[in-house]
C-alpha cells in the first residue's frame, strides 16, 4: 500500500493546523443563484471534495464589491445574504474535517460584466488583450476604497467562520495588473518601481491585517512568472514574496500565467515548471508554499514534498473528475480514479456552460 507520508502528514500555518498537505486550488464555480447568493451545489461541492480528504478547501474567486466581480456569477462579499450562504459551505467543509478558505479578488480590467454596464477599472486605461476594452485608471482615492473593501471583506468572511482568506494577487486580476508594469503604467506612488507597484497589495495586507488583528492567517496568491514578454519574471515574484513575508504573510500560492500567454502557462503546467517556481519562491521568502499545475497522481504529489519544493500541493481539475481521487490512492486502487481528460469544460465562462460542470464526473 502506498504511504504518502509527506503528503498525508499535518502542517501548521499561521496558527492554523491542516490535517494533510493536499489542498483544492481557489475555483471559480459559477455555483450562484441569478440574485448572487450562493447555490446549494456550492455547499455540496465543497462538501463532497472535503469528503475525498482534501486537507484545505479554497472556495474560488469571490469578489469584495460588484464592481470587482470577474463575471456575473462571481460571489460578492458586499452581499450579506452572500456571507451567509458561504458560512454554510465553511460549515460544510468542517463538517468533513477539512479547513476552509477563501479567496477574495477583484477583477478589474479582467472584468466581463462590463457587458451589464458596470465601469471597468485598472491601474492604467490599457486593455487586457482579449476583452479589448479601455478601462478607465482609478484615481488615489479609489485605489484607497478598494484596499478597504479588501479588509472589510477578510472581516467578514472571518466572521463567517472561514479559517484563512487567500489574497489573489495572480493571474492579471487587478493586484496583478498593479504588480505588472504592463497594465500598471501610473506615476503616482502605485507605479514606477516594483516596490511602488507592490504597494496596492502591501496596502491591503496591511489594512486586513490591522482590520482582523495578529492571530488570523492571511495567504497570497501570486504569479511565479508570467510566462509574458515585459510582465513578471521569477526575480520578481521572488521579491514579492519577500515583501509579503516581511509583512506577516506566512503562506504563499505559487501559480503563474496570464490572460493571452495560456498556451505557455499550459505548457509550463505539463513540464512541471510551476515546481521550479514554488520552490524558488520559497526559498526566497522562507514561508511555506503551495505548487499546483497539473499535479493528477498523489505518488508524484509526494515527490514533489520529498524533493522540498513546495510544503503543500494543489490539485485542482483531477479533484473536479474524480473527488475519490485521495481515498483511492490512499488504499492503492489507482486503476480505478477517473482521470481528468484536460477538455477544460470547467473553465464555464469560456466554454459556455451555465457554470461548472465535469464530462468525466457528470454534473455536480
Ligand atoms: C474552472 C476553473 C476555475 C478557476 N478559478 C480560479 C479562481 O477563481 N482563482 C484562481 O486563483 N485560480 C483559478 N483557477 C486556477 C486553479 O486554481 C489552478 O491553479 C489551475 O486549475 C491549475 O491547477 P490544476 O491543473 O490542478 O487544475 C481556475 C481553474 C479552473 C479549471
Known amino acids: 500500500m502506498p504511504k504518502f507520508e509527506r503528503l498525508m502528514s499535518q502542517i501548521t500555518i499561521d ?3 491542516i490535517p494533510n498537505r493536499i489542498v483544492f486550488p481557489a475555483i471559480h464555480t459559477g455555483y450562484t443563484e441569478p440574485d448572487g447568493r450562493i447555490s446549494p451545489k456550492m455547499k455540496h461541492f465543497h462538501s463532497e471534495l472535503a469528503r475525498g480528504g482534501v486537507g484545505l478547501s479554497i472556495v474560488g474567486f469571490t469578489a469584495v464589491s460588484a464592481q470587482g466581480k470577474f463575471c456575473p456569477e462571481t460571489p460578492c462579499l458586499d452581499d450579506d445574504r452572500v456571507v451567509e450562504g458561504l458560512a454554510e459551505v465553511f460549515r460544510a467543509i468542517h463538517d468533513h474535517g477539512s479547513v476552509a478558505a477563501v479567496q477574495i479578488a477583484y477583477a478589474g480590467r479582467q472584468n466581463r460584466t462590463g457587458l451589464e454596464g458596470m465601469p471597468i477599472v485598472a491601474p492604467s486605461p490599457i486593455p487586457c488583450p482579449d476583452l479589448k476594452i479601455v478601462p478607465r485608471a482609478l484615481s488615489v482615492d479609489e485605489i484607497e476604497a478598494i484596499e478597504n473593501q479588501f479588509a472589510e471583506a477578510t472581516a467578514r ?3 463567517a467562520g472561514v479559517d484563512m482568506v ?8 487587478l493586484i496583478h495588473q498593479f504588480l505588472s508594469p504592463l497594465s500598471n503604467q501610473r506615476t503616482d506612488i502605485y507605479g514606477g518601481s516594483l516596490e511602488n507597484r507592490m504597494l496596492f497589495l502591501l496596502n491591503i495586507v496591511r489594512k486586513s491585517r490591522q482590520r482582523v488583528g495578529p492571530d488570523f492567517p492571511l495567504s497570497c496568491r501570486i504569479n511565479g ?3 509574458q514578454e515585459g510582465g513578471l519574471t521569477l526575480d520578481d515574484a521572488r521579491q514579492i514574496a519577500r515583501a509579503l513575508a516581511k509583512e506577516g504573510i506566512q503562506f504563499l500560492d505559487v501559480s503563474g500565467g496570464v490572460r493571452g500567454a ?3 502557462r499550459d505548457e509550463a503546467m505539463a513540464t512541471g515548471d510551476f515546481r521550479r517556481l514554488a520552490r524558488s519562491v520559497r526559498e526566497a521568502a522562507g514561508v511555506p508554499v503551495s505548487c499546483v499545475g497539473m499535479i493528477t497522481d498523489l505518488r508524484t504529489a ?12 494543489a490539485i485542482g481539475r483531477a479533484l473536479i473528475a474524480d473527488p475519490r481521487l485521495i481515498k483511492k490512492s490512499l488504499r492503492g486502487e489507482f486503476d480505478a480514479i477517473n482521470p481528468c481528460n484536460k477538455c477544460n469544460t470547467c473553465y464555464y465562462w469560456i ?4 457554470h461548472l460542470t465535469c464530462p468525466v464526473y ?3
Open 262 to 264: 495560456e498556451r505557455v
Open 157 to 159: 468572511v472571518r466572521d
Open 15 to 17: 496558527g492554523l493546523t
Open 166 to 173: 487567500q489574497i489573489h494577487g495572480a493571474h492579471g486580476y
Open 362 to 364: 457528470g454534473e455536480w
Open 351 to 354: 466554454s459556455g456552460q451555465p
Open 302 to 313: 509526494e515527490e514533489i514534498l520529498q524533493e522540498n519544493t513546495s510544503d503543500m500541493i
Open 225 to 227: 512568472q508570467d510566462y
